[in-house]
């Protein structure tokens, strides 16, 4: 594998302690790693360079939440919501009948268009759930189909009761703690479950939890989407990795998420889609809360892919300055998922680099909407 300089780079975030910002900087990649990060007028020879041209070059983006294995759209419904029909979970099973009636290979295209989406908008991991299948063989294929495009999975079998288990839904969690779990966990990484009303109440998501770390998944979970309720206190009593939405948080789990090494990973592209008031970061970045920005990419709830979009509503509407919710979007969103080679552009780290066509990692606020990612580089391997 030959080794790149990247130089003439204006601004240079890194988020490695010590390091920082730099300006006037270079960082070369090698064998898929950040091999070297300082000032440009001292940066080693390499096979390649690559000239910024005094553009903003920043890690690549950690996008911890979405929902990348479905069929079929709901535009419908989100049209019926911005006429005023509040958002339900219930949607999710429509997407559901779509899922299910989908071919492994169409399930498969869509996954990849949609991660080349983001690939393009400079989000470099991605974390994928399962959870619009809700069978044993959906959910397992769901997985499987994920795991070609990243490692990091997510079973989600506990997305909502599906219609064939309106009248039992003791027996759903059951088969997902049973015989769903056998089949997703040698296929995830991750489990989750939906805590919310309308989806599974705490006792429930606190059985799914619990059979995941059974079979060795890590825990996380959708909380406090809706409205108030107890899920973000229970991952922060069971020690998640990240609590996800975080919309409506009472005092007690503001201090109990402060008091966790529990992730809050906001989802501003759902409240964007959704029309509910956006989840206060101020707040919990005041607390000395660790936190995450993600899409949520999902038909549903937020169809957007585009992690800058997220930066701008975090920036715009959540009381983030453009500073933080970079960090949130990169090295927040790989605290959410316990990585430690994303997320930052240290020596070492995985060479996952984005190049910005804009002079400040500020502009990815300051310019919504606007396509700023020129080239990236995903473990030391550039694409336009
Ligand atoms: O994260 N909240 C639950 N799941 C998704 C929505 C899925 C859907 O509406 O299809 C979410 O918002
Ligand atoms: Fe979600």
């Known amino acids: 594998m030959t080794s790149t300089l990247l130089t003439g780079i204006g601004e240079l975030t890194t988020n490695a302690p010590g390091v920082g910002t730099l300006a006037d900087a270079a960082l070369v990649m090698d064998a898929g790693r950040v091999a070297w990060v300082g000032p440009a007028v001292s940066a080693p020879d390499a096979d390649e360079v690559v000239d910024a041209d005094g553009r903003a070059v920043v890690p690549g983006f950690v996008d911890s939440h979405s929902h990348l294995v479905f069929a079929g759209d709901r535009a419908g419904e989100f049209a019926a919501r911005m006429a005023g029909t509040p958002y339900a979970a219930g949607g999710i099973r429509a997407t559901v009948a779509a899922t299910r009636a989908a071919t492994d290979e169409q399930l498969a295209a869509n996954l990849a268009r949609l991660v080349a989406e983001m690939r393009r908008q400079g989000t470099t991991t991605v974390e994928v759930k399962s959870g619009y299948g809700l069978t044993v063989a959906d959910e397992a294929r769901s997985l499987t189909i994920a795991r070609q495009v990243t490692d990091e999975t997510t079973f989600l079998g506990a997305h909502v009761v599906p219609a064939e288990f309106s009248d039992d839904p003791a027996g759903y969690v059951d088969l997902v703690t049973g015989p769903m779990l056998a089949a997703a966990a040698p296929h995830a990484r991750w489990i989750d479950a939906f805590c919310e009303t309308g989806a599974f109440d705490a006792d429930q998501a606190r059985a799914v939890l619990a059979a995941g770390a059974a079979a060795g998944l890590g825990g996380r979970l959708h909380a406090n989407q809706l409205g108030p309720g107890p899920g973000v206190a229970l991952a922060c009593e069971l020690g998640l990795a990240a609590v996800d939405h975080c919309t409506y948080l009472t005092d007690a789990d503001v201090d109990a998420l402060a008091a966790s090494g529990t992730v809050a990973t906001l989802l501003p592209g759902v409240e964007f889609s959704t029309r509910q008031p956006y989840p206060d970061a101020r707040r919990l970045l005041d607390a000395g809360v660790h936190v995450a920005l993600a899409s949520d990419c999902n038909p549903g ?28 979007a990169t090295a927040g969103g790989a605290r959410a998922l316990r990585r430690e080679d994303v997320g930052h552009l240290g020596v070492g780290a995985r060479a996952d680099v984005v190049l910005l066509d804009a002079p400040s990692h500020v502009h990815l606020a300051y310019r919504p909407g606007v396509p700023l990612v020129a080239r990236t580089w995903v473990g030391g391997v550039g694409a336009r």
């Open 301 to 328: 709830s937020c169809y957007t892919s585009s992690v800058p979009l997220c930066i701008a509503l975090a920036v715009r509407e959540m009381g983030m300055t453009p500073t933080e919710a970079l960090l949130a």
